[in-house]
């Protein structure tokens, strides 16, 4: 189980986060949403390890958690499978096993065979964020950390990976924690979605999702955001027009 | 198999290199035919006055001394230059402190350190060492403060939520990102480091290639003097495409431009 409680966080003399209390359950899909600057990332990064939250109390029960960033985050001086195999060299694990493991995980990933050998800046975008889900993966992790990993592809290929992901998740089992401004892409992955309204950093909703994951289409995620929306504290969350004209 | 094919590639690069340099030597042709020899003699004339030093010794001896002096400072400003930089660049307070004292020490130029290092050590090989050791430290020193300076933080992020060991971490996440600043630094600093040992010698010693060009100075020996400036090249070459440049490419091959980006991107020297 992961759990934030009563956590506030304090950046300078800016708080970003007051009073969240959340918790991710094993198995399930948990989004955080909300508009840029409402402190999901920063959520996440107190659960990855990364920061110590100013007040309260951030409690990771599980055993492996890797993370997937909205920019890729690739070693530029190293080839793609090397790449994928980062964290199990951090592991410990021999070059040998690296190497296989890293290229069953890129032909899962859908990635060619003349592409594990390249560097980061010789694979496209969509190619880039499949290497470093496969990098996540490979430390075959029980929580997968994801911050808006998909925000700089296009809809075509948004669509492969989150069909991708979703897979990956069912298949593992895995507790995944998803951090995304777009309600729609809550609505197709996540069995419960949190929403977030910024300065400072809070939740304004919970919502939780039955529906499985292969019948949800378009019309059931344009309904599931209709109702999303219809209720105005979220509705007031994404309202960036008047915040800015708040003095 | 690949190590043959990236090296006989390289070495077959050099053809492009080549006809530029034969085109400036047909040029110092022209030129000495316009002129005479007293005032520019050919390229073949000079190539004979290097042949001959070489064939009664001096050539050789000239060349080795300078080599040493201009590598053997070159290797300790490299060394003391990147520790020191690397150390500055951990904390962005020494960075600070430490930028205006390059930039002065990058401003002063290498004869004004000459002239001290002739007061402080006298005539000799140690005053040429000392004023290289001096000019090019500041050189590696900024490039190595500026790699570390720039090391990309979120990297540094996700290799912590790899828990990434500290030997780990240094080896595949910080210094590839530092070499990348410091092979550009140490190019400059080892052209840098030939042509100051010259010039310091010229005036400090009687003896390497700047002892040697003092004297075909002495005896208006045009042909001697750019015989001596042909061998000077010849090794500055040499040690930055037969070994910095092979050693750049191995250890980083992600910066060699790949055929898979612009099908005829250029691969060689």
């Known amino acids: 189980m992961l759990d934030w409680q009563d956590v506030s966080h304090d950046f300078a003399l800016t708080t970003v986060l007051e009073d969240v209390n959340l918790n991710a359950r094993p198995g399930k899909v948990l989004c955080l949403v909300g508009p840029s600057g409402c402190g999901k990332s920063t959520l996440l990064n107190m659960a990855a390890g990364l920061l110590d939250p100013t007040e309260g109390i951030v409690s990771n029960g599980f055993e492996r958690t890797a993370c997937v960033f909205q920019e890729h985050r690739l070693l530029p001086w190293r080839r793609a499978l090397d790449n994928i195999g980062f964290g199990l060299k951090a592991s410990g694990a021999k070059a040998r096993n690296r190497r296989d493991q890293a290229a069953v995980l890129a032909q899962r990933m859908g990635l060619h065979e003349q592409d594990w050998t390249k560097f980061p800046h010789e694979l496209s975008g969509g190619m880039r964020q499949r290497v470093s889900l496969a990098r996540a993966l490979a430390v075959d992790p029980d929580l997968l950390l994801l911050d808006e990993p998909f925000s700089a592809l296009d809809v075509g290929l948004k669509r492969d990976l989150q069909g991708l992901v979703t897979g990956l998740i069912a298949e593992r089992g895995l507790t995944a924690v998803f951090v995304t401004h777009d309600l729609s892409e809550a609505a197709r992955l996540c069995h419960e979605i949190v929403v977030f309204a910024p300065s400072p950093g809070r939740i304004v909703h919970r919502h939780h999702l039955s529906q499985p994951h292969d019948e949800r289409d378009d019309a059931f995620v344009f309904q599931t955001v209709a109702e999303l929306m219809a209720i105005p504290e979220v509705d007031a969350a994404f309202r960036v027009d008047e915040r800015l004209q708040t003095p | ?269």
Request: proline share 5%; glycine share 10%.
């Open chain 2, 1 to 269: 198999m690949t190590f043959i094919k990236d090296t006989l590639a390289y070495v077959w690069s050099g053809w492009g290199p080549a006809a530029s340099l034969l085109l400036f030597a047909a040029l110092w042709e022209m030129g000495h035919q316009a002129y005479g020899s007293f005032i520019l003699p050919s390229p073949i004339e000079a190539g004979q006055a290097l042949i001959s030093m070489f064939e009664d010794g001096s050539g050789q001896d000239a060349a080795v001394l300078t080599a040493q002096r201009a590598i053997g400072s070159f290797l300790a400003a490299g060394f003391l230059g990147s520790i020191l930089g690397i150390s500055a660049g951990l904390s962005r307070t020494a960075a600070r402190a430490m930028r205006p004292v390059v930039t002065v020490l990058l401003g002063v130029p290498p004869i004004s350190w000459i002239v001290l290092a002739l007061l402080w050590f006298g005539l000799g090989g140690a005053s040429a060492m000392f004023t290289v050791l001096v000019t090019v430290l500041p050189i590696t020193f900024a490039g190595a403060m500026q790699g570390t300076l720039t090391i990309d933080r979120g990297l540094e992020d996700m290799a912590r939520t790899y828990r990434t060991p500290f030997w780990m971490m240094l080896a595949d996440v910080h210094l590839p990102h530092v070499l990348s600043y410091l092979f550009p630094a140490w190019i400059t600093a080892l052209g840098m480091a030939w042509k100051i040992t010259v010039m310091a010698e010229l005036l400090s010693t009687d003896d390497g290639i700047g002892g040697a060009m003092a004297l075909t100075r002495t005896n208006l020996d045009m042909a001697g003097t750019l015989g001596l400036i042909l061998l000077l090249l010849a090794m500055l070459l040499f040690v930055e495409y037969a070994v910095l440049e092979p050693v750049k490419r191995w250890m980083e091959p992600w910066r060699t431009p790949s055929k898979s980006l612009g099908g005829n991107a250029p691969k060689g020297f």
